[in-house]
């Protein structure tokens, strides 16, 4: 169990209680992967109390120093259980992933006196990370790194997208990951235009674009990077346009990020290099998304989302241009926020490559 993270949680919190009911969250405070399926977990928070972990008698677990389980069958009634542990004259801080069928009956028999969103001191304290995850997300790109330069290796003319996703989680494990961070994109041509194409029996062409976005997860902390090639001829001049404007975003993007900047300007530096080139209208997502022990954590590199910047932040640094009549193309990179500038996690070249 993580005693600093659980105390950094509710000093952030203003409710009496918190319960948190996502597994990522749970396993990142007492270091437990618990996968409950449909049945109910929740570790409930309260200051000057130990932290209890509700948990069905299906689960085996290993209990945790300064950790109270409180243990349910199935057909007891969680609603009850919870009415033991938490005071009428409460406010409950509820998880976001709490699902309705667990809240809509604590709700009704008022087991607390107010219920709201008690997720963002769990997600802000996951979003500054500790010396040992920045180490563990640096190993982490490191492998996607040299998957990467494995990985394009693996075309020839007529190859599938699909038989090269199929061998890429063995290419990670040989190189130390345990498991995917998420689905990998492979896309061809016209495809790479497609921001979340997943593969399929497209077969590769000589001239067609190649994108890989990748990751993997390296003792539970995940990476993610895309790049972008071209198989066997270079690109042409619009494509060549396309690309190093989409090069240029990523690296002037990198480049503004420091400590205390807002997450929207970091967007915006992106996009306005790829509008001033014509191309605005083909970048159709936000610039990046916070990582960690998931691929996706709350935090927008996006024109919404207005906080600073804070060291110990890692997002995802990815403009890309969508443009099914000449090129899709995205590059990213993983970033750490620094005092004074970013740490880069991935150094796999920005460079137009032709393989195959």
Sequence with gaps: MNTKRIENVLNRTECDALLICDPAAIYYLINAHIYPGERFLGLLL??????????NTLFPFEGRKGLEVVSYSDGDDITELLEQHIKKSDVLGI???????????????????DFTDGSLPVDQTRAIKDEEELELLRISSRIND???????????????????????????KKLGAEAYSFTPIVAFGK????????????????????????????H???????????????????????????????????????????LCDIDKTARDVIEQGGY??????????????????????????????????VFSIEPGIYDPQTLGCRIEDLVIVTKDGAEILNHYPHDIEIIG
């Design 46 to 55: 309260k200051k000057d109390e130990a932290p209890k972990l509700f948990l």
């Design 95 to 113: 998880d976001k992933n709490l699902a309705a069928r667990f809240l809509l009956p604590a709700i009704k028999k008022q087991i607390a006196a």
């Design 146 to 172: 040299e998957a990467m330069a494995i990985f394009k290796t693996l075309v020839y003319e007529g190859v599938k997208e699909q038989q090269i996703a199929a061998q890429m989680l063995d290419i990670y």
């Design 191 to 218: 495809n790479a235009a497609d921001p979340h194409h997943m593969p399929d029996d497209t077969k590769l062409q000589i001239g067609d674009a190649v994108l890989f976005d990748v990751g993997c997860v390296y």
């Design 220 to 262: 539970g902390y995940c990476s993610d990077m895309t790049r972008t090639f071209f198989f066997k001829q270079g690109p042409t001049d619009i494509q060549k346009k396309v690309y190093d404007l989409v090069r240029k975003a990523n690296e002037d993007a990198e480049a503004y990020v420091k400590e205390g900047v807002r």
């Design 280 to 313: 605005g209208k083909y970048f159709t997502h936000r610039l990046g998304h916070f990582i960690g022990i998931e691929d996706h954590e709350y935090g927008d590199v996006s024109a919404a989302f207005k906080d600073l910047t804070k060291a110990g932040n």
